[in-house]
């Protein structure tokens, strides 16, 4: 590899944020020209069945050019999340100390009571589930 070459890849200066199943890289590198640029990479780890995982990496590459304006939508896009949200994560999957409200209302009349349920309903992937969710299987159906 020509050096020209690694003076592309080499990372100047590096900082690492761990944020649960993701990390994000901040990666200052040279051009070969030898001016500076930033990468962000987003890392998130996935687990597959059989118990090995893999990673899903999404990368942005900001020129110097751009950090002025980048920086001051990127501020006004955050304030903007704070100002109408707060602060506090409210999404469940963040919080520890979670405790799931069921779903289900006996005061919700768009829904007839003897109404039969389609088994393609969508159901939220996080619902809670419960033993009598479950149908009772005779392997030798199977």
Known sequence: MRNNDMMEKEEIFS???RAGRRTY???VRATKAGDYYLTITES???TNDDGS???KKHKIYLYKEDFSEFNSILSEMTDYVIQEKGSEVISERHQKDYKR???TTTSDASVAEDAPVSEDA???EDAPVSSESFTDINFEDI
């Open 15 to 17: 900082k690492v944020l």
């Open 53 to 55: 995982f893999h990673y």
């Open 44 to 46: 998130k780890k996935f």
């Open 101 to 103: 409200e069921e779903y």
């Open 25 to 27: 890289f901040f990666d």
């Open 122 to 124: 969508a159901v939220p």
